[in-house]
């Protein structure tokens, strides 16, 4: 966002500092990116403080069979076998009647696989993480995290892969890859992460632009998507209360940053929890939101009620 961009209004009509409510839709040039790099930052907390062995799983969208592709749009090629790295896409079509179903699809077959799990082990496998990925030829896929503590933890995850591939063709998704699961060279995915900041460093790669990475990021798929997800990542509320760090958080956080530097009105801090702000405060720290202004007169400046809560 170059000069001026406080300025500059969302699709809502509202500035990005000021106080009405922003659009917060992924298609706007300013909520989009702002939206991105806020959940990149919950997600990355997120597994830092889990930072235990976890597995993960991704849930594909249906083959050819039940998305076949647009022809027309890759007819100047000539006759060639099918693959989206190589520009292919679905059919628009049948991708729109998929995506319409598969949000309330993907809630089902979680909730089946739960409820298979809790009656072999007695509890559910605690699944810490789940983000919506599009992919190239169009459709988007699921991946899943779900946390191990033991060899008890991994059987518990074994068996929710495997019922998860058992029932993701019943509920209209393709094949289910992660652990415990064959992969597609026919080999047995036995890997288990010891350490959550990676996992979480590879989730949330795609949600703002990065050279060093071969996928394209989150808002460039999305400006070219006909579908986008309404909830496109959720975390655990275990981990967010040990981290703290919330989409709420988050918004209080920028909202307090530019008030200080006159942006904007400060936020009324009577709204927010002791926990939230002294989050808030933590946050806004590593950024020097607070220490620049905290030398000599100008601390005393900055404790002067005209000038806002502190």
């Excluded at 922003?22 to 959940?39: F, N, Q």
């Excluded at 991708?95 to 409820?115: F, I, M, P, S």
């Excluded at 010891?194 to 460093?201: E, L, N, Y």
């Excluded at 919330?246 to 926990?275: F, G, K």
């Amino acid at each position: 966002m170059g000069a001026g961009g406080s300025q500059q209004r969302c699709l809502g009509g509202a500035t990005l500092w000021a106080p009405e409510a922003p659009c917060r839709k992924l298609t706007c040039e300013i909520c989009g990116l702002v939206w991105l790099r806020d959940w990149r930052q919950v997600l990355d907390a997120a597994m830092d403080v889990h930072d235990g062995p976890h597995v993960s799983f991704v849930v594909t969208a249906p083959g050819a069979d039940r998305l076949p592709w647009d022809e027309s749009a890759c007819a100047w090629r000539g006759p060639h076998r099918h693959d989206g790295k190589a520009g292919c896409r679905c059919s628009a079509v049948e991708l729109a009647k998929w995506h319409a179903q598969a949000e309330r699809n993907w809630t089902r077959l979680l909730q089946l696989v739960q409820q298979r799990v809790a009656r072999e082990f007695g509890r559910r496998a605690p699944v810490i993480v789940r983000v919506w990925e599009p992919q190239e030829r169009g459709a988007w896929h699921l991946h899943v995290v779900v946390s191990v503590k033991d060899s008890a933890g991994e059987l518990l995850a074994l068996r929710f892969g495997a019922h998860l591939r058992a029932e993701a063709g019943r509920l209209r998704f393709g094949d289910v890859l992660g652990f415990g699961l064959v992969d597609r060279s026919g080999r047995v995915n036995r890997k288990v992460y010891a350490r959550g900041r990676s996992t979480g460093r590879y989730l949330a790669g795609y949600f703002v632009d990065d050279p060093t990475s071969r996928k394209a990021s989150l808002l460039e798929s999305v400006r070219t998507s006909s579908w986008t997800p309404r909830r496109v990542a959720w975390v655990s509320p275990k981990l967010t209360a040990r981290s703290r760090v919330t989409m709420r958080v988050m918004r209080l956080s920028r909202r307090w940053w530019a008030a200080r530097r006159r942006l904007c009105t400060y936020p009324d801090p009577t709204l927010y929890s002791p926990r939230e702000l002294h989050t808030v405060w933590q946050l806004l720290g590593r950024v020097g939101g607070f220490k620049r202004q905290r030398h000599g007169r100008a601390a005393e400046k900055d404790a002067s009620p005209s000038h806002g809560p502190a």
